[in-house]
Nanobody
Framework: QVQLVESGGGLVQAGDSLSLSCAAS????????MGWFRQPPGKEREFVAT????????FYADSVQGRFTLSKDNAKATISLQMNNLRSEDTAVYYC???????????????????WGQGTQVTVSS
């Protein structure tokens, strides 16, 4: 049973940077994909970024492209989301998620991810 534990998050000002990490345990870290979704206040959960565990290819939502960078450390079974130039609209609960498969056409679909972290709050003040 894979478990995901998130760390990072907090309160920052617009323009600041923040890093989130997600450590996976209880499974093998050599295939599928891991990523981040977020749920802004009063809105539905939305895709942020994901990475192929095998190849390291990463994919981003248009809203964070160029500002966020997702990386992985296979030895530590961890992914990290570096968030730069944060905006007030980035305020949300951020969830780490993992999928046992990689899908080029559906990587942004939350239904493909079967394991989720507990979520961590990111608040950006303007």
């Amino acid at each position: 049973q894979v478990q995901l534990v998130e760390s990072g998050g907090g309160l920052v000002q617009a323009g600041d940077s923040l890093s989130l990490s997600c450590a996976a345990s209880g499974g093998t870290f050599n295939s599928g994909m891991m990523g981040w979704f977020r749920q802004p206040p009063g809105k539905e959960r939305e895709f942020v970024a994901t990475i192929s565990v095998k190849t390291g290819s990463s994919f981003y939502a248009d809203s964070v492209q160029g500002r966020f960078t997702l990386s992985k450390d296979n030895a530590k079974a961890t992914i990290s989301l570096q968030m730069n130039n944060l905006r007030s609209e980035d305020t949300a609960v951020y969830y780490c998620a993992s999928s046992p498969v990689f899908s080029f056409g559906r990587y942004d679909s939350n239904s493909l991810y079967d394991t989720w972290g507990q979520g961590t709050q990111v608040t950006v003040s303007s």
